[in-house]
Nanobody, 120 residues
Framework: QVQLQESGPGLVKPSQTLSLTCTVSGGSITTSYYSWSWVRQPPGKGLEWMGIIRSDGSTYYVPSLESRTSISRDTSKNHISLQLRSVLPEDTAVYYC????????????WGQGTQVTVSS
């Protein structure tokens, strides 16, 4: 069974870089059937899709976050990583990683999420 587990610091100071890791078990992140995304949910708001990394390593980001966001992978560890630079208090959210079934463009597996608070 596929499992996704997010990890990273729960507290980040403004202007710093947020770094999160998604550890994937039960399946390879390089399989062409799937892509991998980061999604966040600020308190009291809906889900916000941040970006995606495809099986060939190419990436795409939501335009509003593109200048501050990087998604990468470590195929040896089966990890997906997120970096969000120059964070603001508005970046406080629960951050999720999720697997997309490419052919259907639906997300079938999600991590449990990790709370990140941006505060000095």
């Amino acid at each position: 069974q596929v499992q996704l587990q997010e990890s990273g610091p729960g507290l980040v100071k403004p202007s710093q870089t947020l770094s999160l890791t998604c550890t994937v078990s039960g399946g390879s992140i390089t399989t062409s059937y799937y892509s991998w995304s980061w999604v966040r949910q600020p308190p009291g708001k809906g889900l916000e899709w941040m970006g995606i990394i495809r099986s060939d390593g190419s990436t795409y980001y939501v335009p509003s976050l593109e200048s501050r966001t990087s998604i990468s992978r470590d195929t040896s560890k089966n990890h997906i990583s997120l970096q969000l630079r120059s964070v603001l208090p508005e970046d406080t959210a629960v951050y999720y990683c999720a697997r997309q079934v490419v052919a259907l463009r639906v997300y079938d597996y999600w991590g449990q999420g990790t709370q990140v608070t941006v505060s000095s």
